[in-house]
């Protein structure tokens, strides 16, 4: 199979193009970045400037008609509060995408967030009302209804990952763990974090990429999927668990920031659809 994945050089693509590269499939990773060549000489490279796209181009036939396409391409990341997600991303990624379809593109994954529920407490499944409360969310919902209007149409099978909360090397600097890293690596005293007491779900970014790839590859569950581990933890007991699992210390400096104004205390993904699709997966290698 001919796999497309835009956002390669991405925090997440990196880790999908390696998950991908375990199975025999031909794998095209579309990026502006050209480091990912010495990956591997399994890895087809191919340019996409995805802010200038040209309308006018057949972008299907431009990848070599890819029977599946995985687009993790999102700009403007982690600054959620942005206007440039809706004004700007918005219009391109659905115009890139309506292209793919309109030229025979029949199957692709698009990553959304778990931002799209809003302030929700609790177990969040897939069949909620939507509720975004920041420009990342909102843009990223109105893609997800852009494309499934444009699914009445046009026949095709799109599935729609909702990404949780991640970690691991590579992630933005501004993220939690991150800062942890360098404030540990600087020798710093303490650490300024928030009370702590808000409850995510967290998956390791190599967690994260088995179960895209997984999603992608099968044909059985379609639409809206939580990719999540389903269980809720305190941010003050996963920097904790950091701190032991690397056996290093270092005094928490808690309350120090507020708490964000676009996410509720406690909130965790429901796994159902997502277990149903790693407890039924038959393809090779997994």
Not at 26 to 31: F, L, N, P
Not at 35 to 46: A, F, G, I
Not at 139 to 163: G, H, Q, S, V
Not at 252 to 259: A, I, K, S, V
Request: hydrophobic letters at 35%.
């Amino acid at each position: 199979m001919k796999i497309l994945v835009t956002g390669a050089a991405g925090f997440v693509g990196r880790y999908v193009i390696n998950e991908l590269l375990k199975y025999d499939h031909q794998v095209i990773a579309a990026t502006r970045k050209s480091d990912l060549k010495s990956l591997s000489d399994k890895l087809n490279y191919s340019f996409l400037d995805i802010d200038n796209l040209d309308v006018a181009k057949n972008y299907f036939t431009h990848f070599g008609s890819p029977d599946l396409l995985l687009h993790l391409a999102w700009q403007g990341l982690p600054n959620y509060k942005s206007l440039f997600h809706f004004e700007n991303n918005l219009p391109i990624h659905y115009s890139f995408l309506k292209n793919m379809v309109l030229n025979g593109l029949k199957n692709f994954v698009v990553t959304g967030t778990c931002f799209e529920y809003g302030m929700k407490e609790g177990c969040l499944s897939e069949d909620m009302i939507t509720d975004p409360r920041n420009p990342y969310a909102l843009a990223k919902d109105t893609l997800r209804k852009f494309l499934f209007e444009l699914n009445k149409k046009y026949p095709f099978d799109c599935k729609w990952i909702r990404l949780f909360y991640m970690y691991g090397d590579g992630q933005n600097p501004n993220s939690l763990l991150s800062q942890l890293q360098t404030a540990l690596q600087n020798g710093d005293k303490e650490f300024n974090m928030s009370g702590g007491e808000q409850e995510r779900d967290y998956l390791p970014v190599e967690k994260v990429a088995e179960y895209i790839v997984s999603i992608a590859l099968q044909n059985t569950v379609s639409g809206i999927i939580n990719c999540c581990s389903g269980k809720p933890i305190k941010v003050k007991q996963l920097v904790a668990n950091y701190l032991k699992d690397t056996d290093r210390e270092i005094k928490l400096n808690l309350g120090y920031y507020p708490y964000t104004d676009y996410e509720a205390m406690s909130f965790w993904g429901d796994d159902t659809k997502l277990k149903k699709i790693i407890n039924e997966r038959s393809y090779p290698g997994i």
